[in-house]
């Protein structure tokens, strides 16, 4: 009996941030492919127009998107999708979102008041995310819980401290929003008098 080929279910996450947060970073350490970036150098053009502070080493920005993919099973596919970080490229970010199932928000405690726009951008479109705390050379070690307490963030979403340059710390902030997302739908479903049909599988498969 031949097997029957079925293309693979392709689920689309978002990596957001604030500039300079580790987005890039994050998609690039993950990734299975050479991610696609869309960085271009800083130029003079940018000073006073792109805040620095804080991160006056850094000298390339994402103009665009980056993109990334991550092949869980044969049935599962991952396509990441990282925004953009400067307030104008914002109108980039609603065509990113599009048809995501939910967000992973990247927090650099230098820079802290960066990550309320993101944040605010997916709680306002009900779209599902995380924040993860980056742990990275000359950050601020504040713990989950101290930076939820400084973003006003909801008990329910989860905040995980996180090393966007480390693949396995980045998978493991990957299958803490899907595990979340699932969740949400669960509670979505439950809420509109779903279950009368075949239970929903909420097994996430370890990534690869």
Same mark, same amino acid.
């Given at each position: 009996?031949?097997? +029957?080929?079925? /293309?693979? +279910?392709?689920? &689309? ?6 500039? !300079?947060?580790? &987005?890039?970073?994050m998609v690039g350490s993950v990734s299975e492919i050479v991610p696609l970036r869309t960085e271009e150098v800083l130029t003079e053009a940018s000073a006073g127009v792109d805040d620095l502070a804080g991160i006056e080493e850094k000298n390339t ?5 980056? %993109?990334? @993919?991550? +092949?869980?099973? *044969? *049935? ?9 970080? *400067? =307030? ?15 967000? $992973? ?14 944040? =605010?951008?997916?709680?306002? @479109? ?5 924040? +993860?705390?980056?742990? %990275? ?17 909801? =008990?329910?979403?989860?905040? $995980? $401290?996180?090393? /966007? ?9 990957? $299958? ?13 479903? !439950?809420?509109?008098?779903?279950? =009368? !049909? ?7 498969? /370890?990534? *690869?």
């Amino acid at each position: 009996m031949s097997e +029957t080929l079925t /293309a693979p +279910t392709a689920v &689309k996450i978002v990596i957001a941030g604030g500039f !300079g947060a580790g &987005k890039t970073t994050m998609v690039g350490s993950v990734s299975e492919i050479v991610p696609l970036r869309t960085e271009e150098v800083l130029t003079e053009a940018s000073a006073g127009v792109d805040d620095l502070a804080g991160i006056e080493e850094k000298n390339t920005t994402t103009v665009a998107l980056d %993109f990334g @993919r991550i +092949t869980i099973n *044969q *049935q599962l596919v991952l396509y990441l999708f990282g925004t953009p970080g *400067q =307030d104008r490229f914002w109108f980039m970010w609603n065509e990113l979102a599009r048809g995501a199932i939910g967000a $992973v928000v990247i927090v650099d405690t230098r820079r802290i008041e960066a990550s309320f726009p993101a944040i =605010d951008f997916f709680e306002s @479109r009900g779209i599902p995310f995380i924040v +993860t705390v980056n742990q %990275f050379d000359g950050s601020i070690p504040y713990g989950a819980e101290e930076v939820r307490h400084a973003l006003d963030i909801d =008990d329910e979403v989860p905040v $995980v $401290v996180s090393d /966007a340059r480390n693949r396995e710390a980045a998978k493991n902030a990957l $299958v803490e929003l899907i595990e979340y997302s699932i969740r949400r739908l669960d509670e979505t479903e !439950g809420e509109a008098g779903a279950g =009368d !049909g075949e239970p929903v599988d909420s097994e996430v498969p /370890a990534a *690869q």
